[in-house]
Structures are given as C-alpha cells and as structure tokens.
C-alpha cells in the first residue's frame, strides 16, 4: 500500500482537480443546515473534484451564520490555494421546509447545535438527502432510538448517514491501529480489568481556542449541556471511535451482544462571567443557564468517564475540559494499548511538546523482543517511509517525519473525501454502521447512567434533564 500523502500533497492536488471541474460536471451538490458549530466552515476549508461551488445554506436567522460566513470568505480570499464557494443563502422560520421541498443539493452538512441534530438528520433522510454529520449525531437515548430507527428504515438504505471522525486520519493514531495488528509486536489485546483497562483514551480540550488564525467565538448555547451534550458524549464520540477503530478494525459490533456497561461519572469546568463574555461575546448568562449558576459561577458538565467492556476487553474514555490552555500548550491526547507482548502509549505532554508522540513498550525488555520488533517493523517503514525507532528508557518511540502530519482542520478535508468516495460506491463498509450504534449506544448509555449517580452539585442538570 502506498504512503500517506503529506498535507501539502492533499493541498495541491485537490487545487489541482476543483480547478478543472466545471459546475456542470459536478456530480454533488452541498446543503448545509443551522451551522452553528465552525466545523461547519471547516468541511469547506477545500474544494472537493465533483463537487459543486454553489452550496446552499438554511438557519432560522441571519445572526447564527455571521461566523460560518466570514469563514468562508476566509477561504475564498486566502492567498495559497484560494477556495471558490458561492454561497445561497435562506433565512427564515420556514428554513427546514425550504431545505426540504427545495432540495437545492444531495449532500446535507450538519455542524451546529446538537440537541437539533438529529431532528435535522430525520428531515433530511426523509426528504431523500444524504447526510455528513459532525459529532456528535445524538447526545441522549431518546436521540439514539431515532437514529436506530434511520439506520434500519428499508426506504432509507440508500441514503449515506456518516459522522465526521477526524482522529481516524492522524499518523500517530493510524499507527497505533498499524501495530496492534502485528502480533510479533503487539501480541494479543489483553482483556483488562476494571480497575487497569486494556485500552484507555483521554483527552483534554480548552473552551478558548483559535481557529484558522483566530480566536473561536462560542455560540452561548455551546455551554448547555441540554444542546450541546455533556462532554462524555461530545468529546467522547471520538475516544470510544477510537477504541473500537483500534482495538476491533473492520469487526462488526453488535451493541445489544458486545457491549456492558460498568460505570459513567461527571464533573463540572466552572466558567466565570469574565470567561464566558471572552468566548462568547455575550454580556449576561442567558436564561437557559441561569439553572447551572452558582454564586455567579457557570458549571458546565463537560468532564466524565465512561468503563465498560466491548467484546470482553475493559475500557476506559476519559474527558476533560479546562477554559484556556497555558501559551505554548494545547488539547493534548493520552491512549494506551496494552498488548500480551507491549503496550502502545501515545503521549502528548510537555516531555513531547504538546504533539502526539507514540511509545512501543516491552514487557519483557529482553534482547530478543528487539530482533522480532526491528524484523516486523519492516513493513511499517515499507508502508510510511521515514518513520523509524528509537531506542527510550521504557522502550522505543516512533519518530515520526513531519510531513506526516496535519492539525485538525486539514483533517476534514480527508474525511470528506472518504465520505464522497463512499457516495460514489453506494454503500459504507458493512462495519461501519453497526459500529456507529454501537458508539452512540455506548455514549448515551453512559451519559444517562452518569446522571442518575450525579454528584450533588449536578443536580441543576440533572432537574433539567428531566
């Protein structure tokens, strides 16, 4: 298999292809829906061969497109690889009946306010559109019964409903996944216990972020964890993809046989006033959070973990939310698997400088684990050249080539084009949908179970869910 290509291959090439794609020749059309969120802009970032530069935009008010808008005008005027979107844009009380009866395209992208997300997917497969949604594409049980009912609905079986899974196409996670499937490094996954799991993801966001060189502006709806989710089912769409992605490639899961559920807690970030008019520009705490006020304090449930075993395998998602990462810092990532002959650890601390950095450790540590690692290893450099071992105290680090890499925005443009080829095919891997049941059945389940035992000063969530 040939080598990943580096981000300014990607870039290049599809500069390359869109410049010569008419609109006439284009075979898909984009509908975007409410994007409140700026992953919205970010499936834009690129222009795409066969697709076409009119998309066609639908929001209740002119207000919540302000930011997608300037993104894209970003996009379009930016000096290297300029993007040539047009957008049509429809506002109104009435906007989901002119996306429906309007159908202007055949694509339907979904980024915004996730409590409306699935009701937005179920008008769209219903008006006979495909749909990319970003994570996550339902945030409670209720939410997950209608997306079981999407997925199994026989007049719906040729529509494409896909999630947006960016971390599948960082180097360091892919390989992570490369390795554990090489048992003369790896061995076997171990089965775990509860109170040392066999495959762990944590990760740690900042409310406070930049985006395409500039500072992120919230939506103050982002702060609720009745629209937004909380972070176990947010955030943790992506760390339970990544264990399954992992730990069981290409296996289809049965969320009713391969899943038990063992325990689910949450805590709060507390937001101050001053923080939240920084992200938001808003000046008070709306209504709808004055539930989740104490002493001028908001408390936004945005940290929990999840254990359960998947298939007989313990595992464990942990997510964490801090306000603003200190300078020089950033959302850093921790995953570990632990095979029967070594563990695979991605680090991103301060010893790593912040970036993702893979570790093979030994259990053994003996001379002749080295021989088979270097001799298997082989077909890693055959696969991704340049990467290469290095010897460490606990064991070896995969040196990585920075061609490589690419930060999370660059990243949609390759998960948009897995999904246009999956249009071309008519079909996803037979995996993939089952496993995206088994994901949401995971978080949902999860988030409810973590409600019921909240903590005492999660009641005013807890009230408000019910």
Do not use: C
């Amino acid at each position: 298999m040939k080598p990943i290509l580096s981000t300014v291959s990607w870039l290049i090439l599809y500069a390359l292809l869109y410049r010569s794609i008419t609109p006439g020749m284009a075979q898909h059309k984009l509908i975007v829906v409410d994007p409140g969120h700026f992953h919205a802009a970010l499936v834009q970032k690129t222009r795409y061969p066969g697709v076409d530069p009119v998309v066609h935009v639908y929001a209740e008010k002119e207000s919540d497109l302000a930011d997608y808008l300037a993104k894209i005008r970003s996009y379009n005027s930016r000096a290297d690889f300029p993007t040539n979107w047009v957008e049509e844009v429809y506002t109104g009380a009435n906007f989901l009946d002119s996306m429906r009866t309007g159908k202007k395209g055949d694509i339907v992208v979904l980024a915004g306010n996730n409590k409306k997300k699935i009701s937005y997917i179920k008008e769209a497969m219903d008006a006979g559109l495909n749909v990319l949604a970003d994570k996550p594409m339902v945030i409670d049980p209720q939410g997950f019964e209608i997306l079981k009912d999407l997925f199994s609905a026989p007049q719906k079986k040729n529509l494409l409903l896909y999630d947006i899974m960016t971390a599948r196409y960082g180097i360091v996670n892919i390989l992570q996944r490369e390795l554990a499937q090489i048992p003369g490094i790896f061995g076997k996954l171990e089965n775990g216990t509860p109170s040392n799991p066999a495959i762990i993801n944590e990760s740690k966001h900042h409310f406070f972020k930049m985006v395409s060189g500039k500072p992120l502006l919230r939506p103050t709806w982002f702060f609720d964890v009745l629209q937004q989710g909380m972070g176990i089912v947010d955030v943790g769409t992506h760390l339970v993809d990544q264990i399954q992605w992992s730990g069981f490639p290409n296996v289809m899961l049965d969320y009713q046989k391969d899943i038990d559920m063992i325990s689910s807690k949450i805590s709060s970030t507390p937001i101050t006033l001053a923080k939240f008019r920084s992200v938001t520009g808003a000046g008070e705490f709306p209504e709808f959070l004055r539930q989740a006020v104490t002493d001028s304090v908001l408390q936004v449930y945005s940290n929990g973990v999840i254990d359960y075993r998947l298939k007989g395998v313990h595992a464990r998602v942990e997510v964490r939310w801090g306000f603003r990462a200190p300078e020089g810092e950033g959302d850093t990532h921790y995953s570990v698997m632990r095979g029967s002959k070594a563990d695979l650890v991605i680090r991103q601390g301060f010893e790593q400088h912040f970036k993702p950095v893979l570790y093979i450790e030994n259990h053994q540590k003996d001379t002749a684990y080295e021989k088979t690692l270097k001799k298997h290893f082989k077909a890693v450099k055959d696969r991704f050249p340049g990467v290469e071992l290095e010897k460490t105290v606990k064991g070896w680090r995969v040196a990585v080539p920075a061609r490589y890499f690419q930060d999370h925005e660059e990243s949609f443009a390759r998960v948009v084009s897995q999904y246009l080829s999956f249009l071309k095919e008519r079909a996803l891997p037979d995996w993939e949908i089952p496993n995206m049941l088994a994901k949401y059945y995971i978080l949902t389940q999860a988030m409810k179970n973590a409600v019921k035992v909240a903590p005492e000063n999660s009641e005013a969530a807890a009230d408000r869910k019910e």
